[in-house]
């Protein structure tokens, strides 16, 4: 179909449906003594609306002339009203707009003096609707909006959010995708919600053509499917038709004639059977291209030929230079030049005319818009000078005590900021103290404790190289439980010592290439004497030729933490297994160490690598920590360019793993600068 005649024909098609409701039975009440001529206008009404049209349109109409001819000849202008709605609407499904605009403006003019509001608002829907579909955007946005605001008054929901799937077409037609796709997508939302499949059918069909517009054809195709099931499941004859034939156009843009075509004949057949005029316009158009493409030339004109008819049924005369475009396009595929240049001409000289049409009909628009608003804008002066006549009168009594109150909320103000600011200077010098303080107690900490701590460890391990002392066993016990003591005070006060220096951003790393291996056997022997303490076994699987790129007594301290708290946490007779390889991220190596311990509570996991979280948690054997490591082992590792993290099982254990680069990054980056080059 040609731009927007999707849209355009589903709207049509989902406002029949959507009007389409039990309370379509027109009634009003009349004076007693006139019931029997009601009675008569009624039945005969009723009958005409519910008449089997596609069978029959000659006698539908006739029923509708006598209804309406009744109610001319009395004095009912509310029934009356509905009445030419009705007769509106059926023209309108019919597709013969030109007929229906005018009762539906006679429906709007009664039920605005009747006071009847919703049968006002749909005829301004329907009427907005006609006006688009002419190509009068102007006017179908007012009338649109009006009828919204009806809607909204009397809390019909329903026909509410098919007029805003109107505005949603008016916005498409001016190519606004994103506003109309907001539309859709909203209507869409409240119809999900209140259960209401016609609608759901409705918004499923636009945002397939929003798709369709902007080039998505899978998408689009996704959406028309979706709305066909629904339509199909509410027998929906139409809306299904209109379903098809978007489907076909979807598959004629991607060159799939075949399927194309057979889209179109089912789509053709079911609107044929409905006399859906409007809709076999483009129907028997597509057909046509389709044709053409196929080099069917013959075929594909008779089709352009029966579009051109139901154009004449239905007075949609823009169509037209469309259709004769196409015929010309289809001549010079048989390179009959003449005939071809015959109906170009025809298209360009239509679409010229109508071009007119639209222009002196807008200019009209802006001359009446133009003399409404300068009354407007009139009377709105008149009104201005009064109220500010009245303001200055009142702004004169009020501007003395107005200052006043300024000047004493002024001051009141200045007297809070200046308290403030005195206590922020106050708690300033007393933070600075403060921190003064604590780095003194930092330096006591990492020169003066940590040396004499260093010293006595130095002499235990003196004491035990002397070969008198290690023939005695049980002294040899007793200097290796206190060899064991002083080196943990010895680890803990560096602990210490780099968190102070973290906090004061003075801690700097100088990375190198660092084997794996060797590290990890320093610390796997800095912890034997709790791993045989506890009986544990630990696994030793990393390959002697993995390196990282980092700082080595960062990593020892990294590696040490992960072990210790390993040891930690795992029973008696448990296992830590250390396992190294290739990330999954491009150029870096994983390093894990796994126990068989108890597991860490989820809550507890998502807190561990808080640089703010300092808890001290026992041990299996009541063993401490200081509760800064794994802080501390964050901090180098995203320091080095790597993550930590943990993954852990209640009742199996914890799994405790980081990423290092497995080489300077800045030769990395010049390693993958170079590669395309030698790939060229």
């Known amino acids: 179909m040609k731009v927007f005649a999707a849209l355009v024909l589903s709207l049509l098609s989902y406002t029949l449906l959507a009007s389409a409701k039990p309370e379509a039975r027109v009634e009003t009440t009349v004076p007693s003594t006139d019931s029997t001529l009601f009675a008569i206008y009624q039945a005969k009404l009723d009958s005409a609306i ?58 709007k003019e009664l039920a605005e003096s009747s006071k009847l509001v919703h049968e006002k608002a749909m005829a301004l829907q329907y009427l907005a609707h006609i006006a688009w579909r002419m190509g009068d955007n102007p006017r179908a946005v007012q009338e649109i909006l009006q009828s919204m605001s009806l809607f909204q008054e009397v809390n019909d929901t329903l026909q509410y959010a098919q007029s805003a799937n109107i505005l949603g077409g008016v916005y498409t037609s001016l190519g606004k995708y994103k506003e109309a796709s907001e539309i859709y997508q909203e209507m869409l939302a409240l119809a999900a919600y209140q259960k209401d499949t016609l609608q759901m059918a409705q918004n499923y069909e636009y945002l397939g053509i929003i798709h369709f517009f902007e080039q998505g054809y899978d998408s689009a195709l996704f959406y028309y499917q979706k709305s066909y099931d629904f339509n199909v499941l509410m027998n929906a004859d139409i809306a299904s038709a209109i379903n098809l034939g978007n489907m076909a156009e979807v598959y004629e843009y991607l060159g799939d004639y075949e399927k194309a075509l057979s889209f179109y004949i089912k789509a053709a057949e079911i609107e044929e059977r409905n006399n859906f005029n409007s809709g076999l316009i483009f129907i028997y158009y597509g057909i046509g291209k389709v044709l053409t493409q196929q080099n069917r030339f013959e075929e594909g004109l008779a089709y352009y030929q029966k579009s051109l008819t139901q154009i004449d049924k239905t007075g ?4 037209r230079p469309n259709v004769y475009l196409l015929m010309a396009d289809n001549y010079e595929k048989q390179n009959r030049s003449r005939q ?85 200077i106050k708690k300033r010098k007393k933070l600075d103290q403060a921190n003064l303080t604590k780095d003194k107690l930092f330096r006591i900490l990492g020169h003066d404790l940590r040396g004499p701590v260093g010293n006595v460890r130095s002499m235990v391990e003196l004491i ?45 790393l100088h990375p190198t290439r660092v084997a794996l291996c060797p590290i990890i056997e320093r610390c796997l022997s800095n912890i034997q004497y709790d791993c045989q303490k506890k009986e544990i076994v630990v696994l030793n699987f990393v390959k002697d030729d993995l390196y990282v790129w980092a700082d080595e007594n960062a990593l ?14 795992t029973p008696r007779l448990g296992t830590v ?58 901090e180098f590792i995203e320091r080095s360019g790597g ?27 010049l390693q993958a600068e170079r590669k395309p080059e030698t790939e060229g």
């Open 556 to 569: 020892m301290t990294v590696i040490r933490n992960l072990l210790s708290n390993a040891i930690k946490f």
């Open 643 to 669: 993550q930590l993290g943990a993954i852990s099982d209640i009742g199996k254990g914890s799994r405790f793993y980081f990423t290092l680069p497995s080489e300077c990054p800045s030769e990395r980056n």
């Open 340 to 424: 071809a240049l015959v109906y170009h001409k025809r298209s360009v000289a239509l679409k010229d005319s109508i071009d007119n049409l639209d222009k002196n009909r807008q200019l009209e628009e802006m001359r009446v818009l133009y003399d409404l608003e300068s009354k407007e804008r009139q009377n709105q002066l008149l009104k201005y000078e009064n109220e500010l006549n009245k303001a200055e009168l009142d702004s004169k009594k009020n501007i003395i005590q107005f200052q006043l109150i300024l000047v004493l909320l002024l001051v009141a103000f200045l007297l809070i900021v200046s308290g403030l600011a005195l206590n922020v």
């Open 577 to 634: 297994t250390i396992n190294a390889q290739l990330s999954l991220v491009a150029g870096m190596i994983e390093v894990s160490i796994s126990d068989t311990g108890a597991g860490i509570p989820a809550d507890k996991l998502a807190q561990l690598f808080d640089h703010y979280y300092h808890e001290t948690t026992f041990g299996t054997e009541n063993e401490k920590g200081s509760g800064l490591g794994l802080s501390i082992c964050k």
């Open 464 to 508: 035990q190289s002397d070969p008198e002392i290690s023939r005695s066993e049980e002294l040899a016990r007793h200097l290796k439980t206190v060899h064991h003591a002083v080196d943990n005070t010895f680890h803990l006060l560096n602990d210490l010592l780099i968190w102070s220096n973290i906090q004061r951003d003075g801690l700097q």
């Open 50 to 107: 519910t008449f089997p049209d596609k069978q029959d349109t000659a006698t539908m109409y006739r029923l509708f002339r006598e209804a309406i001819a009744l109610l001319e000849e009395s004095s009912h202008s509310a029934a009356l009203a509905k009445g030419y709605l009705a007769y509106g609407q059926k023209e309108y499904a019919l597709g013969y707009f030109l007929r229906s605009e005018s009762y539906l403006r006679k429906a």
């Open 316 to 319: 949609e005369f823009r169509e």
